[in-house]
């Protein structure tokens, strides 16, 4: 009997931790869904990026609500002409995620550095005319 409430009781423990980590990532994926598959259509009202409306710029971020749009539906190239940074970003923070919770901490701040600097270089070049071609697009 002892056993079997010690195995409940670990079960319920890491119920908990679940739902303190799930249930807002959860939460925030249906707003998400929400707002891109119901607000955006119905009202065509978007979140503006501050960066962009105070400097006319773009910034590293800028189109990624249509790039997920653009996953939505599948096109992937066309989600790529968006915002093409995220495709080489996104498998590295999986590989930092790794190195982070493996105890590799001196290499996953190294890999964050480079992410970081990434995000600068890309955020700079998409605004300098010679690379118009990395700043958000329609095919």
Same mark, same amino acid.
């Given at each position: 009997?002892?056993?079997?409430? !010690? ?14 980590? *799930?249930?807002?990532?959860?939460? #925030? ?5 929400? *707002? ?23 910034? %590293? ?8 749009? #653009?996953?939505?539906?599948?096109? +992937?190239?066309?989600?790529?002409? *968006?915002? !093409?940074?995220? +495709?080489?970003? #996104? %498998?590295? +923070?999986?590989? *930092? ?14 890999? !964050? ?21 990395? #700043?958000?697009?329609?095919?």
């Amino acid at each position: 009997m002892h056993l079997r409430r !010690m195995k409940l009781t670990n079960w319920l423990n890491s119920n908990k931790h679940i739902r303190r980590i *799930y249930l807002p990532m959860g939460i #925030a994926g249906v707003g998400g869904l929400l *707002y891109l598959k119901v607000w955006l259509p119905l009202t065509g009202i978007e979140i503006p990026c501050v960066f962009r409306e105070i400097t006319g710029l773009w910034c %590293p971020g800028c189109g990624l609500t249509r790039m997920v749009l #653009a996953l939505m539906e599948l096109d +992937f190239l066309q989600a790529f002409r *968006y915002n !093409m940074l995220i +495709f080489f970003v #996104a %498998p590295l +923070f999986i590989i *930092y995620l790794w190195l982070a919770r493996s105890g590799k901490a001196k290499r996953a701040s190294v890999l !964050m550095g480079i992410m970081i600097v990434m995000a600068i270089v890309f955020g700079v070049l998409r605004n300098i005319p010679s690379f118009k071609w990395l #700043a958000p697009t329609v095919i």
